[in-house]
Nanobody, 124 residues
Framework: QVQLVESGGGSVQAGGSLRLSCAASGYTDDLHCVGWFRQAPGKEREGVTTIYTITGTPYYADSVKGRFTISRDNTKNIVYLQMDRLKPEDSGMYYC??????????????????WGQGTQVTVS
């Protein structure tokens, strides 16, 4: 059974940086892609970015392009989200999610079967 554990959230001033980590434990050979979603209070959960674990191909939401970078270390089964030039609107709970089969839309949360518990990001 695969589990996802996020870490690295915190509070930062606008313009600052944070790096989130998503560690996958268990049988991870079937991992197809790993994504990050976020949810602010009163708002729907939105896709931030995803990465295909084998090819390393990333996809980003327009709102974070050029500021966020997703990467993976397959030897450690960790996916990182480097967030630079953070804005207050980036605040929210960030969730790591995993898909084990081909997905049609990377930013649709129903495509992902496994979710972490979330880590809070606050930008002021």
């Amino acid at each position: 059974q695969v589990q996802l554990v996020e870490s690295g959230g915190g509070s930062v001033q606008a313009g600052g940086s944070l790096r989130l980590s998503c560690a996958a434990s268990g049988y991870t050979d079937d991992l197809h892609c790993v994504g990050w979603f976020r949810q602010a209070p009163g708002k729907e959960r939105e896709g931030v970015t995803t990465i295909y674990t084998i090819t390393g191909t990333p996809y980003y939401a327009d709102s974070v392009k050029g500021r966020f970078t997703i990467s993976r270390d397959n030897t450690k089964n960790i996916v990182y989200l480097q967030m630079d030039r953070l804005k207050p609107e980036d605040s929210g709970m960030y969730y790591c999610a995993a898909a084990f089969t081909q997905i049609n839309r990377w930013d649709r949360d129903s495509e992902y079967r496994l979710w972490g518990q979330g880590t809070q990001v606050t930008v002021s």
